[in-house]
């Protein structure tokens, strides 16, 4: 079943939801050369829902994540995370919200090579100052599918797909509200990568969850599909279903390459980050 | 959280190798020069081992320098005896618990005025303790003003006055080297940490996107660079100990410790090397660990982190206001009337300098790449591969090419301006010298010097001996000069007269340098009324008679030989008689009635002086050394860490098909690039201090840059570049299967 959204009409309520988006807008680069990898988003991720956010490279998905987790501030609109206005908040009570109410999985470098697995699932509370239970570390490693031999080991020790698992038991440590997930499977066998989103799927247990990434078969996971293009929201679709998840890609893929907007997406970002 | 941090360095600790290296160097480098501060002088008491308390003259000059809240006691160790009336050991012998007070004459430094002896040994009853004995003797002596009351083995440094007079010298000549250690550390440390902490942006941008606060990442930095230091403190604390025990030999091997002297070793020189390595540390990497605390967390989620390329603004503004500094430090360097003050702020502007290029590193990376534009064309796509990464990552080569510059500026303004120095001093002896013969050897006394100047043909001679005299200048130090006697002097030396007349200096009368005499030092001129204290501590007050210019080989100050004659510690005398006119034959014939002495003709006794000159810059070459190690040490390790950081360069050169061959010229065009932009950043700081320095001790422009260390230099930092970013090159390119042979 698709159903189509219109996209500035359909945020009714957002500060209900633990990550709600209000006219949001992110631009890179400055002057006549800036390009906006956000133009104006406003959508909300519902509590305990568990969500993608597809697009095709340049589309603005990462900005989208990075913005509502509070990594990125966006150039204009309005960003609320666990019911707290970002924008309102120090670095300090950002870092503190994150922490206790927020998880992260990324795609690579998740894990902090020189701490073992214990230590990194651990470390969200040792950054809060609570004690890590030995007890409740082994039950998130647990949790995961990772047992008590592994807890020692050092990341360098694990498989991708382990190492996964162990970014998924620290982002669900603190029983968070949120956890965001930038292509945590981009760099996995399809095998290997399902295993995990069925993983996250499970452990997250009423989480809210939103993931990016540019894979229809994460989608069979997801109660809704966000699709975005030339950097705002394009449709929203209600229990997706990755063929038709795949049909919608390569629409969009099309059509980002008679605009050429991905591309110039891309070359904003990096012109923001002074790559050029 | 720290703790797990500090858990990561056991496990991980690569990153880290660099900084704990330089700790260990500057606690290496620190641990010696304190080790020779606190050296163990022995002092055996000699002929006044029997004495239970030994009674002298005041064996120092105190003074109370400047007034009111400012006033400050100051005290200098005298070379010579102030001598005790010979009837002091009869005084003394009535003092309650004394055996037998005696006289006693004839130490080196001795007084030779009539009625005087050198100190009074006091022999305790049985049962007196030594020091209840100099308590009542104090008492007797109406508090002891005036005399220095010795017992154990301080009557060692009584009966050894030269001792105190060289342990004072090597004492200052470390701690002149402490400041340098530590502002050195300091930036090679805060180039290290940059580095270090550079290499691991996205971990603690993963820190920060999990939560952790800004603080708690620079606090986790902090404790890190702290563990470092301490571990380098460690590391160095031996080698420390090691050196400065070889230091204390070679200083007492060119008397500027004395003889026997041990450099001090304790255990607590380890507690003082790990304390001041991790302040140290801890301090370099505020900076560092600063920048980490606000990396941006969105860096986390990047497959490449993307580098800032250009510097902040905030750093290029506080390079600019110090290329600002560095620029009105010269002004007010060259606008100081007394060489003495520009040569004190020689090292502030090296050092602002130096930091002006660190700052502006990246600017000037940016510049040199687009000049190197050319080179793009002419190099082929190795050349054009590595200047485009530099053109692109300005920032990143910057650091590599910033510990080439400070090298360069260090080593060089240090090594060159002491080269200006000494041929300038040699050239100033040639010159200053008129005197056609020069008489020299022992038992020069005012008698032959009367001989010589009634030999027919003489036109001139005058009786030099080198004197040391306590000076206020500001501060109560010894000053070098000549006591000189007959004359006329104009005959015999050309001193550079600025104002006055140096015909022969009269009792009350003083000549004095324009080194000495500037503002700021004695700021005297003609006519102007000075109080030198002559080497047994007695006041010489005298007017400005002239100001002279040449003052490197023959001191700053001249008094008449009749004012010091008994004040020197030596028998009244000269060290040579330099002559003006007369013929050889005349001379040989008068000499041949005095055993052991020699003549010699001008050009002989100048090479001989130099000679003298040359064998004297052991202090100069110490400091140089330690310059020089520390420089080396933060080149190599900054360029390693900085090389190994350009493992993906390497890895993506591989898979796109580079040959091995390739992959080595691209690293090589990169050293390239660095030594010859370092070499020239490094040769525009050093050179400012350089040309400042000459110009304040020579009076010229022109520094003296022999060509063979000039090119020893250049050759010393490129080989040291090259091999800092070749071999780590030649290790990586082996473990990357796949580069391509040929």
């Given amino acids: 079943m698709v159903a189509q959204i219109a996209v500035d009409t359909a945020v009714t309520s957002v500060t209900a939801a633990p990550v709600a988006l209000e006219d949001v807008t992110k631009r890179y680069g400055r002057g006549r050369g800036a390009v906006p990898a956000l133009d104006r988003v ?28 509070g990594l990125e501030r966006p150039s204009s609109g309005t960003v609320r995370l666990c019911g707290a206005e970002l924008a309102r908040l120090s670095h300090r009570r950002q870092a503190v919200l994150r922490r206790r109410r927020v998880g992260f999985v990324f795609q690579d470098l998740n894990l902090l090579p020189e701490l073992t697995v214990a230590e990194n699932i651990a470390l969200p509370l040792r950054l809060d100052h609570r004690p890590a239970d030995r007890v409740d570390i082994e039950l998130a490693a647990a949790r995961v599918g990772l047992g008590g031999g592994q807890l020692r080991r050092l990341p360098a020790e694990l498989s991708g797909g382990q190492q996964q698992r162990v970014a998924i038991a620290r982002a669900l440590i603190t029983r968070p509200d949120v956890v965001f997930a930038d292509e945590p499977t981009g760099a996995l066998d399809p095998h290997m990568a399902a295993g995990v989103l069925r993983l996250l799927r499970e452990a997250a247990d009423g989480t809210t969850v939103v993931i990016v990434t540019h894979d229809p078969q994460v989608t069979r996971f997801c109660d809704r599909a966000v699709f975005l293009h030339a950097g705002r929201v394009d449709r929203v679709v209600d229990g997706p279903e990755p063929t038709v998840v795949a049909r919608l890609l390569h629409e969009l893929g099309e059509r980002a390459g008679q605009t050429g907007r991905g591309d110039l997406a891309v070359l904003g970002e990096r012109a923001g980050r002074g790559r050029y | 959280m720290r703790g797990w941090m500090l858990a990561g360095i056991r496990r991980g600790p690569g990153p880290l190798v660099g900084t704990v290296v330089a700790s260990a160097v500057a606690a290496t480098l620190s641990v010696a020069a304190i080790s020779l501060v606190g050296a163990h002088t022995p002092a055996p008491a000699g002929r006044l081992a029997a004495a239970s308390v030994v009674v002298a003259g005041d064996t120092s000059l105190t003074l109370t320098l400047g007034g009111g809240q400012d006033a400050q006691r100051e005290s200098v160790p005298l070379p010579a005896y102030r001598g005790v009336p010979s009837s002091l050991d009869r005084q003394l012998a009535q003092v309650p618990g004394v055996a037998t007070a005696t006289g006693e004459s004839g130490f080196a430094g001795g007084a030779v005025r009539p009625g005087d002896t050198d100190v009074v040994a006091v022999a305790a009853k049985r049962g007196v303790p030594a020091d209840v004995l100099a308590r009542r003797i104090r008492a007797a002596l109406h508090g002891g003003q005036g005399y220095t009351i010795a017992t154990g083995a301080a009557r060692g440094y009584v009966a050894n006055l030269n001792v105190a007079v060289e342990r004072a010298n090597g004492r200052a000549l470390a701690e002149a080297l402490i400041p340098p250690i530590v502002m050195i550390s300091l930036f090679v440390l805060a180039a290290t940490t940059a580095l270090a902490v550079n290499l691991r942006r996205r971990r603690f941008a993963l820190l920060r996107a999990v939560g952790a606060t800004r603080g708690q990442v620079r606090r986790a930095i902090l404790a890190e660079l702290a563990v470092c230091g301490v571990a380098g403190g460690a590391l160095g604390c031996l080698p420390g100990a090691a050196l400065g025990a070889l230091g204390a030999h070679a200083l007492a091997a060119h008397q500027m410790l004395p003889a026997g002297s041990a450099a001090w070793l304790s255990p607590w020189l380890l507690a003082i090397a790990c304390g001041t390595s991790a302040i140290v540390a801890a301090l370099s990497g505020q900076i560092a660990a600063r920048r980490a605390g606000r990396t941006s967390p969105a860096q986390a989620l990047r497959e490449t982190a993307a580098e800032r390329k250009w510097p902040h603004p905030v750093r290029v503004a506080l390079g600019l206001a110090a290329a600002g500094g560095a620029g009105t430090l010269t002004a007010l360097t060259l606008g100081q009337k007394s060489p003495a003050g520009q040569l004190a702020l020689a090292f502030p502007l090296l050092l602002v300098c130096m930091l002006s290029v660190a700052l502006l590193g990246p600017v000037l990376v940016a510049f040199a790449a687009w000049l190197a534009r050319p080179l793009r064309a002419a190099g082929g796509p190795s050349a054009r591969l590595a200047l485009a990464a530099i053109s692109a990552q300005p920032r990143r080569t910057a650091s590599a090419v910033i510990p080439v510059a400070m090298a360069v500026a260090l080593v060089g303004s240090v090594y060159f301006a002491n080269a200006s120095i000494g041929r300038a001093t040699a050239a100033q002896a040639t010159s200053t010298m008129t005197a056609g013969h020069v008489i020299s050897g022992a038992n020069l006394t005012a008698a032959t010097l009367r001989q010589v100047r009634a030999l027919p043909g003489v036109r001139a001679a005058a009786g030099v001996a080198p004197v040391s005299v306590a000076a206020t200048d500001p501060d109560l130090e010894q000053v070098s000069g000549e006591a000189v006697a007959g004359g006329p002097l104009g005959r015999v030396l050309d001193l550079g007269v600025t104002a006055g007349g140096l015909a022969a200096p009269r009792p009350g ?234």
């Fill in chain 1, 42 to 69: 406003s959508m909300s991720f519902a509590a305990g829902s568990f969500t993608a956010v597809l697009g095709v490279s340049g589309s603005g998905k990462s900005t989208l994540l990075q913005c509502a987790a």
């Fill in chain 2, 509 to 742: 009368q003083i000549a004095v340098s324009v080194l000495e005499a500037g503002p700021g030092v004695l700021g005297v001129h003609t006519g102007s009324r000075v109080t030198v204290y002559l080497p047994d501590g007695t006041p010489y007050r005298a007017t400005v008679s002239a100001i002279y210019a040449r003052s490197l080989a023959f001191g700053d100050v001249l008094i008449p030989a009749a004012v010091a004659a008994g004040h020197t510690g030596a028998p009244p005398g000269f060290t040579q008689i330099l002559v003006s006119g007369g013929t050889p034959a005349e001379l040989a014939a008068l000499i041949a009635h005095h055993p052991g002495l020699r003549v010699a003709s001008r050009s002989v006794a100048n090479a001989q002086s130099e000679q003298a000159a040359g064998q004297n810059s052991f202090g100069d070459d110490l400091i140089l050394g330690v310059v020089a190690s520390l420089a080396a040490v933060a080149l190599v390790n900054t360029l390693v860490v900085a090389t190994v950081e350009r493992r993906r360069v390497l890895r993506l050169l591989g898979r796109v098909g580079a040959t091995r061959g390739q992959a080595a010229a691209v690293f090589g065009w990169h050293a390239l690039f660095v030594t010859v932009t370092g070499l020239a950043a490094g040769v525009g700081a050093g050179a400012v201090t350089l040309l400042t320095v000459t110009r304040a001790a020579t009076g010229s422009w022109a520094p003296f840059i022999p060509l063979a260390p000039a090119a020893g230099l250049a050759a010393a930092v490129a080989a040291l570049t090259a091999g800092a970013v070749m071999i780590p090159f030649r290790a990586m390119s082996r473990r990357e299967p796949t580069l391509a042979g040929g």
